[in-house]
């Protein structure tokens, strides 16, 4: 049982991938609860999936139009049946190749029927490199 959900949930990562690539905001909001949160690597607070839909709009049409994520497979720290820790690395890369910007992802994620929905989002960028 426990292996058949890590399964469903590295889906729902792979899923969402998909969705922000194609840059289908409402599509990525609904990878939410109804009451999920993401607080954005700069400390940008949004709650519910109105808000997610917009904020997404806004990251994938405007201020990185064309960018791909990629996300590791991560980890998983089941805490309940109906709940989970997802973790992994991401990199955004822009369209033309030249930019990418590493991070880290934590989500914590809660069973919505058969799906695994995230219920908070927190993901951050690492510090530019020096030369």
């Given at each position: 049982m426990a292996q058949d959900e890590l399964q469903t949930i590295y889906?729902?990562?792979?899923?969402?991938?998909?969705?922000?690539?194609?840059?289908d905001a409402k599509a990525a909001a609904?990878?939410?609860t109804e009451d999920g949160?993401?607080?954005?690597?700069?400390?940008?607070?949004?709650?519910?999936?109105?808000?997610?839909?917009?904020?997404?709009?806004?990251l994938l049409h405007q201020t990185m139009p064309g960018a791909v994520v990629s996300l590791e497979r991560g980890t998983i720290r089941m805490l309940t049946p109906e709940f989970a820790i997802?973790?992994?690395g991401l990199e955004i890369t822009s369209?033309?190749?030249?930019r990418v910007l590493r991070g880290y992802v934590v989500q914590v994620m809660r069973k919505v029927g058969r799906r695994w929905l995230v219920l908070e989002a927190h993901p951050k960028f690492y510090p530019p490199t020096v030369s």
């Open positions: 889906k729902e990562i792979e899923a969402f991938k998909e969705a922000w690539n194609k840059g609904l990878f939410f949160t993401r607080v954005g690597v700069s400390g940008d607070i949004q709650r519910g999936r109105a808000e997610l839909e917009s904020a997404y709009d806004q997802w973790q992994g369209p033309d190749g030249e």
